[in-house]
């Protein structure tokens, strides 16, 4: 299932407009906080996708009948570029474990590129909702390959993918690879460049959040 938050024109439209624009990028708070917005909004719809259970409560008055989370998400986020992402997430599912992990594009010099993994802190997953974060969704390959390398942690009982523009190029591996992941994403691209970098995208999440890199 793909969701697409701007698709009703809401307020996500107006940050997906403001973290496109690259005379608001060089306000790099406001890319971070719009990155982390998002987050929240994809969190409240995801929460109403989760199981509940009724619990009684204790008032001043009296007993109140209550529904809360029947198990507390797992966030996973994919350092750098999804931390404002993963923190909007973690704003509202305040609760729940986390999960790390490190996964770059390795550039060779004919100018492809290969995924490389060196990093991974995560709780036991078994039977657990997974949320896993990354604000750009190009080719697909690094969001597959961590859920791969999450997976060794335990089995999730669902997989929801937050990102804040996809490509359609990665959201058609992503659900060749995991069909029962559930995609939500702040606006969908078409366009892939040779080099895999999504049109008209945003540019580069993790430079316009932090500041530029050494390219390794």
Not at 107 to 133: C, M, Q, T, V, W
Request: hydrophobic share 40%; charged share 25%.
């Amino acid at each position: 299932m793909i969701n697409n938050l701007s698709k009703e024109h809401s307020l996500v439209s107006e940050w997906i407009a403001e973290i496109r624009d690259e005379q608001v990028q060089a306000d790099r708070m406001r890319f971070r906080r719009n990155l982390e917005r998002i987050g929240e909004i994809a969190a409240f719809e995801i929460s109403k996708k989760l199981s509940y259970v009724r619990k009684e409560v204790q008032t001043p008055l009296g007993i109140a009948n209550c529904k809360v989370l029947e198990n507390q998400p797992v966030l996973a986020t994919i350092l750098r570029a999804g931390l404002p992402l993963h923190q909007g997430l973690l704003n509202y599912f305040d609760k729940a474990d986390n999960a790390f992990v490190s996964a770059y594009r390795k550039h060779n010099k004919d100018g492809s590129f290969d995924i490389s993994l060196e990093y991974l802190s995560s709780p036991d997953l078994e039977g657990r909702a997974l949320i896993i974060s990354d604000p750009m969704l190009a080719t697909g390959s690094s969001l597959v390959k961590t859920i791969q390398y999450l997976r060794e942690e335990g089995e999730p009982s669902s997989i929801h993918i937050v990102t804040v523009i996809a490509c359609t190029v990665g959201i058609e591996y992503v659900r060749r690879e995991f069909p029962q992941a559930v995609i939500w994403c702040g606006d969908i691209d078409d366009e892939l460049t040779a080099k895999g970098y999504i049109v008209p995208g945003l540019g580069d999440a993790g430079d316009l959040s932090y500041g530029s890199k050494t390219q390794v």
